[in-house]
Structures are given as structure tokens and as C-alpha cells.
């Protein structure tokens, strides 16, 4: 499930089968502290963030949510649902190398789930580039997320500020079930969460069916692997390229701190474990020195936890050194062209359902 809507769950993690990592976590934790700074606020829900060819950073908003309820229309989501959505409540922002915010496509949808789950608020989760052209991933969409009109989908952005769908990921999932799912909080629509631009390809992760899909520009989808074939239900939410596919996992709530992973996924898609020792991680990318930094959104036991957000750095050999913690329910991360990590802070949680609340984050590596 979506990781702001997976945070609402509490079941206990499947327990993966028994794979050897290829890169095990390492008990030497080193420290190597960046500097934080706030690079740009006033955002709502942000989630996956990508730099364009353009110079300015790309943010994916959650939105606002809606009233739009779909109770008698379509099978609604158990658990955290019914939702309540809008087909206008989210935007994708664009941030100049000044720190300042402006829209670069607008009335995208957003829905929230109950409110006894915490209005969790979702919208377009990701953006990429393939050359010139902005692609956005809408997870806030879909019949049972309160959005009858407009599935969850993969979308091009026009020149001229429209967008116009490539691929409808909520009649896909609909048609190609995974083979381990929760029943508990199933999404017939998915909350896809996470995309990357691979040779001309977008591949997407789907956390609550567990499965990494390539998009092909004329819309055409295949699945790569289904996760929960061979790991069960773990939410699987953030993917990086580094000559194969790197998935964290969210996991299920409570939060038990150090039982998530990285998978390393081939291009044929065979899948096992690369990394281990991690917590509810929801987002990763590699640098130029070959090392895997990992944003982690909670990381004490229990429940979301504001200001125990970190990231830490994985190198080949293991060895794993925090880079920053302290942050607030984080829930995307990009390097930049000046080598340096942006992070979508405050991306979900109580003080998220305050309009403009949600930051990003320069995290300085020294």
C-alpha cells in the first residue's frame, strides 16, 4: 500500500524466505553528519522529487485531499478507507535554484483516507524526466479514492501545462493481481509510489500488491517481478537504478526498527535481498562515488514518529554511515547537480494536514 496510507495499517511484517544478501548491513555504524537547511516551503504532502534538464527541482504534491465520496459506486478500501477525494486537490511544483516555489502543472487529483486513519493525504507520488519531457505517477486517483473520472495512472506533461495520461495503472492492477496481498487494506486502484526513467522506459513500484512494472511510452505496461511472490507483503515504495533495480520496503506497522531491506531487482526480474538492518524506508538513490544513500521515515517502534526520520549511506562493502537524522515523517529524496541531497520533508503525518506545511530539505553532504 502507498506509504502514507500503509502508516495507518498494523499488521505484522511476512516474514521474507531465507535469501543470502549480497551487501549485508554491517554492525559498524559510522557517523559522518551533514548540514540541513531548509531549501523551499509552503508545500502540501510532498512526496517523490526529481531535477529537471531545466535547472529547477521537481516536487510531487499529495494535495489537499477532497469530499468526494464513492460509497455505493465502487468497492471501497478497508481499513483506512472510505476515502474522500478531488479531481483538482493536487499539483506538481517546480523550485528554482533560488528556493522559490511555482506550479508547474496544477489540478491533478488528491483524495485522503478516513479520519480515524488520519486523513493521509495522496496525489501524484513521483515525477521524471525522459529528455525534455515531465512524466508525474498519480496514486490519489482511482473510483475507490473517492476520483470515479480519472484512474492512477502514469502521465505525460504538455508543453502548454495539460497532462495527458500514457498508462492506466488502476485498470492494470485491477487485471494483474499479485500473488500475496493483505485483504485487510487492499487497494483495487494501487498506490503506486515511486517511478525512475531507465532507458527510455519508466518503472514503476506498487507497494500495497508488491510489484515493479516498466511503462513503455505508448502505454504499454509489463510487470517485472512481483515482489510478494517471493517476500509476502512488505510494501515495497522507493526504487533507484544502479545496473539493476534497488527496492526498499516500508514494511507494516508497528514499526519494528532494523527488520526492512534494499532488494536488488535484475532486468529479467529475479529479486533477492542486497541489504538488511533497515526502517520503513521510503526513499534511495545512488551518488557518484557508487553509494546508496537511504531515507528512513520513522524509526522507533511503534507508530509514525515525527523527528525520527534519518538517511544513511550504504557502501558496497556494507558499511552503513548516518548522514542525518531528526527529521519529520520524511517521504521522497533526489541528489542534485551540486552533489547534495533534497528531501520532501514533513510529507505526511498531523502537522501535514495544515496547508503549506510540507518543506524541502538541503541536506549538505560534507
Same mark, same amino acid.
Given at each position: ?17 531465507? !535469501? *543470502? ?10 557517523? =559522518? ?25 521537481? /516536487? ?7 469530499? $468526494? ?6 468497492? *471501497?478500501?478497508?481499513?483506512? +478507507? ?18 522559490? @516555489? ?21 496525489? @501524484? ?6 529528455? $525534455? ?13 473517492? /476520483? ?30 499479485? !500473488? ?19 532507458? +527510455?522506459?519508466?518503472? @514503476? ?9 516498466? /511503462?513503455?511510452?505508448?502505454? $504499454? ?21 544502479? =545496473? ?11 514499526? /519494528? ?25 521510503? +526513499? ?11 531515507? =528512513? ?45 533534497? @528531501? ?14 510540507? *518543506? ?7
Amino acid at each position: 500500500m502507498m506509504a502514507v496510507v500503509v502508516l495507518a495499517a498494523c499488521d505484522q511484517p511476512t516474514q521474507p524466505s531465507a !535469501l *543470502q544478501p549480497l551487501a549485508p548491513s554491517s554492525s559498524r555504524v559510522d557517523a =559522518e553528519p551533514a548540514t540541513v537547511s531548509v531549501f523551499a516551503s509552503g508545500l502540501n504532502n510532498p512526496r517523490g522529487l526529481r531535477f529537471g534538464p531545466d535547472g529547477y527541482l521537481y /516536487v510531487a504534491e499529495g494535495g489537499t485531499g477532497g469530499n $468526494n465520496s464513492t460509497i455505493g459506486q465502487c468497492v *471501497q478500501v478497508p481499513s483506512v +478507507g472510505p476515502y474522500t477525494g478531488s479531481t483538482t486537490g493536487s499539483r506538481i511544483s517546480k523550485i528554482s535554484p533560488a528556493g522559490i @516555489v511555482s506550479t508547474a502543472v496544477d489540478h491533478l487529483p488528491s483524495s485522503s483516507t478516513n479520519m480515524p486513519s488520519g486523513q493521509l493525504t495522496s496525489g @501524484v507520488a513521483d515525477v521524471a524526466f525522459i529528455g $525534455n519531457t515531465l512524466y508525474g505517477l498519480l496514486t490519489g486517483a482511482g473510483c475507490s479514492h473517492g /476520483v470515479p473520472s480519472i484512474p492512477n495512472q502514469v502521465f505525460r506533461v504538455n508543453r502548454n501545462g495539460r497532462w495527458t495520461t500514457v498508462a492506466d495503472l488502476s485498470a492494470y492492477y485491477k487485471s494483474h493481481p499479485t !500473488l500475496n496481498f493483505e485483504p485487510d487494506d487492499f487497494e483495487p486502484d494501487g498506490t503506486p509510489y515511486s517511478m525512475i526513467a531507465v532507458h +527510455g522506459h519508466l518503472f @514503476v513500484v506498487e507497494p500495497n500488491h508488491g510489484s515493479l512494472e516498466r /511503462v513503455s511510452l505508448n502505454g $504499454n505496461i509489463r510487470r517485472v517481478v512481483d515482489i510478494s511472490a517471493t517476500f509476502g507483503h512488505i510494501v515495497p515504495t522507493s526504487v533507484s537504478y544502479d =545496473e539493476g533495480f534497488f527496492i526498499g520496503n516500508l514494511g507494516t506497522f508497528p514499526v /519494528v526498527p532494523g527488520s526492512e531491506q534494499i532488494l536488488k531487482v535484475t532486468s529479467s526480474g529475479k529479486v533477492r535481498t542486497w541489504a538488511t538492518g533497515l526502517t520503513t524506508v521510503l +526513499g534511495s538513490v545512488w551518488d557518484h562515488h557508487d553509494r546508496l544513500y537511504v531515507l =528512513e521515515s520513522t524509526t522507533v517502534p511503534g507508530g509514525p514518529t515525527p523527528f525520527t526520520g534519518r538517511i544513511r549511506r550504504i557502501d558496497r562493502s556494507g558499511r552503513i554511515t548516518m548522514i542525518a537524522d531528526g527529521l519529520f515523517l520524511p517521504s521522497g529524496m533526489t541528489l542534485g547537480p551540486d552533489g547534495n541531497l533534497y @528531501v520532501s520533508n514533513v510529507g505526511f503525518g498531523p502537522l501535514s494536514l495544515v496547508a503549506g506545511q510540507g *518543506q524541502i530539505l538541503k541536506v549538505r553532504i560534507h
